[in-house]
């Protein structure tokens, strides 16, 4: 909280909006790292259900990083998934970067619109999509293309940490991202 408090002390005094904006998108990410930590703080064990994660983040998006004037929804849905607190911290991180992008690039020509995050829990893997009703990414985009920081840091998260595959692609309307990874033993590594 205390990093947090200091960076949004930081981003208040930018004058700049970009400068604003990247400091704002570091207290998302420092949020849900602690968000995970509150979890383990609070269970006995180091089992944390994804689900209950993911809707705070959605919260703490909503609140940090919808602009003024905006009509944007964002939600979350699926079952409860316990994952062992390295992938969990993963997979918040990964939620996190993909509702940044979302609310960044997908409602830049209008004020309103809705983003998705849907937990997926298919037994031995998880299913994590954020879908927006953006304007979506450019036909000849693709997942691959965009070298942005965020999905930089999804890629690296999900191929590494989560040892799954990320896509992107055009939904109708708006773009979906795709993250799948296969569900750790609690306490394995």
Do not use: W
Not at 45 to 72: E, H, M
């Amino acid at each position: 909280q205390t990093v947090a408090s200091i960076l949004r002390m930081q981003s208040r005094r930018a004058e700049n909006p970009e400068v604003q904006l990247q400091l704002n998108e570091a207290v998302n990410r420092v949020l849900a790292v602690a968000f995970i930590h509150e979890f383990l703080s609070h269970g006995g064990d180091q089992s944390i259900n994804i689900r209950d994660v993911c809707q705070r983040i959605v919260s703490q998006t909503q609140r940090a990083a919808v602009l003024p004037g905006k009509q944007i929804v964002l939600r979350a849905q699926g079952p409860s998934i316990y994952l062992p607190s390295q992938q969990a911290t993963a997979c918040a991180l990964v939620a996190n970067e993909l509702l940044l992008n979302a609310l960044e690039h997908a409602f830049d020509d209008r004020d309103s619109g809705v983003v998705s995050l849907q937990l997926q829990d298919e037994g031995d893997r998880v299913v994590l999509e954020v879908v927006d009703d953006g304007r979506g990414i450019p036909e000849e985009s693709n997942s691959n293309g965009d070298r942005g920081l965020g999905l930089t840091i999804v890629r690296t998260l999900v191929e590494g940490d989560l040892k799954g595959q990320f896509s992107m692609e055009r939904a109708n309307p708006g773009t979906r991202a795709v993250v799948t990874f296969k569900k750790d033993a609690p306490g394995a590594d």
